[in-house]
């Protein structure tokens, strides 16, 4: 590969002129909810994202520089099946180094994208993986050295959908073990087909992402005196600001993804009506969960469930305790913000039209749209959707093995800031461990484990929250708050365990201000360093 294809850049306006001609769709009260393209790996298991430069429109008539996979800005929704083999050729038709992680997805080192793999300008470069876990909502987005919220920021990310066809039962994955076609039916494939799961039409990606542009288009950064990083005036949804998604369902799958770089979001319905929460970071829920509101810091996910009733509804986020917070006098002080607003309509969106929003509850009468009172496809409530009593199979927590302390502080793990000749910890696979990640600021930071799929055993020394309980790869941590996590690392075939993978503050300026470390799992004998010593626990 290497950069000889430097002359790339002559592509760049070709597409940057593309990308314009296709904005995201205006409406008269909202924008459409832009519905990213699904990308389905051929035959062979291969599949093709190149990072590249283009503009979008995100004030009307108003072009921004943006940074997109396979288009202007953001990415397409990427589907892959567990136990398939992929072979993914990436490419980097920007004019930065870049990498491709796997936010979420346990694979080898050498595929995960972390910043020891930085992809120049102009080259491409194919890895390989085979995904072993179970179903769930996970993301990819750029992890350069230092970079990352700079690159993010502009537009790169996506979100992938993991399926696991044979749905045997979470948590039986890392053996490595294939999947068994003849095991004994269970309450999961049920789950798995009662849940809505039409892409697009039932089954919503919703990429959640706050914004500073400015009257003329241009993106800025952090904000003076944020502890958070950037803190957006408008949030927007898969890219869109004022989204409204028109459907003929009456109960949508929403797939929340908290791509922010530094916004934490309290999740809610503008209605009052509770949050069904059915999946967490790394899959299914044992069973549905009712909330009133669900906490997202970045790089988290939820999947909920949401009766949309005939006046609609929002999704609409109010945060006051999450530590949201510019200068006194700045942005970031006003913490409510509408993401989504879903009407009920014919499908096909943007021709449905007219149901003045539900601002408040107060408007009787709403729809002006003769079909949109009682035409509806698809079970009219969670309850008629028929879900199993259990919707997946989890493990319990293993409190014990080796100890480790990460304490979080400034921009610093355990007083040290990143370093990429130092390793951290050396793990052994299959050998479960207890991390107590322990945040001593009075801001908030969150921590997120490259490889894993990790449980929470306590937040304050409580249970944690029913909806928090299930697979989770990053963990919000309150200001002064401690939690214990349970992580088990899974063995890759083909990873001779000489790279390491990183854990580290997923607020994005935070990870480029050093506040990230490194383990390496299964590294030959004799590599493991006296490193992984200092972290021993207490
Ligand atoms: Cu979402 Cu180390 O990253
Ligand atoms: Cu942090």
């Given amino acids: 590969a290497g950069s000889a294809l430097l002359a790339a850049t002559a592509l760049t306006p070709v597409l940057a002129a593309c990308a314009s001609e296709t904005p995201v769709g205006l409406t008269e009260d909202g924008r459409a909810l832009p519905i990213p393209p699904l990308l389905e790996p051929d035959a062979d298991g291969r599949f093709e994202l190149t990072a590249m430069t283009g503009t979008t429109e995100f004030l009307p008539g108003v072009a921004s520089d943006t940074w997109g996979y396979n288009g202007a800005h953001l990415g397409p929704t990427l589907r892959l099946a567990r136990g398939r083999s992929y072979e993914a050729v990436l490419t980097n038709d920007t004019d930065e180094d870049t990498t491709f992680h796997w936010h979420g997805l346990l694979v080898p080192a050498h595929a995960d994208g972390g910043p020891h793999h930085p992809l120049e300008p102009g080259a491409s470069q194919t890895i390989a993986f085979t995904p072993d876990q179970p179903s769930a909502t996970l993301w990819y987005h750029p992890h350069p050295h230092e970079k990352t919220s700079d690159q993010v920021r502009r537009g790169l990310a996506g979100m992938i959908l993991l399926e696991d066809p044979d749905e045997h039962a979470p948590g039986t994955a890392p053996e490595g073990s294939a999947p068994s076609a003849a095991e004994a039916p269970s309450a999961l494939p049920a789950a798995r087909t009662a849940l809505p799961h039409e892409y697009g039409v039932d089954d919503i990606p919703v990429i959640i992402q706050d914004l500073r542009v400015t009257e003329d288009g241009e993106l800025l950064g952090h904000n003076f005196g944020s502890d958070v ?310």
């Fill in 229 to 538: 990083g950037m803190l957006g005036e408008t949030v927007l949804a898969n890219g869109a600001p004022d989204a409204v998604l028109t459907t003929d369902r009456a109960v949508l799958r929403l797939r929340l993804l908290n791509g922010s770089l530094g916004r934490s979001y309290g999740l809610q319905l503008d209605s009052g009506d509770p949050l069904t929460v059915i999946g967490s970071d790394g899959g299914l829920l044992p069973e549905p969960v009712e909330v009133a509101s669900v906490t997202l810091s970045p790089a988290e996910r939820a999947e909920v469930l949401v009766e949309v009733p005939e006046a609609g509804v929002a999704l609409v986020s109010r945060s006051p305790d999450l530590g949201n917070v510019a200068d006194p006098e700045g942005v970031g002080g006003t913490d409510e913000f509408t993401i989504l607003r879903i009407r009920r309509g014919a499908e096909g969106a943007a021709s449905a039209g007219t149901a003045e929003g539900h601002g408040g509850g107060s408007s009787a009468a709403t729809s002006a749209n003769g079909s949109a009172g009682t035409a509806t496809t698809g079970p009219a409530s969670i309850s008629a959707l028929g879900l199993p009593a259990v919707l997946a199979e989890l493990p319990e927590p293993v409190d014990g093995g080796q100890q480790r302390s990460f304490n979080l502080r400034g921009r610093q793990i355990n007083g040290a800031s990143m370093d990429m000749e130092r390793i951290d910890a050396a793990m052994s696979s299959h050998a479960p461990e207890v991390w107590l990640l322990t945040n001593l600021d009075s801001a908030p930071h969150n921590f997120h484990v490259h490889n894993a799929q990790f449980r929470i055993l306590d937040v304050a020394g409580q249970a944690p929250a029913p909806e928090f309980a299930g697979w989770k790869d990053t963990v919000y941590l309150r200001p002064q708050e401690a939690v214990r996590i349970a992580v088990v690392m899974p063995h890759h075939e083909d990873d001779d365990g000489s790279l390491p993978y990183m854990y580290h503050c997923h607020l994005m300026l935070h990870e480029d201000d050093g506040m990230m470390g490194q383990f390496t799992v299964d590294a030959a004998a004799g590599s493991a360093q006296a490193g992984s010593a200092g972290h021993g626990g207490h």
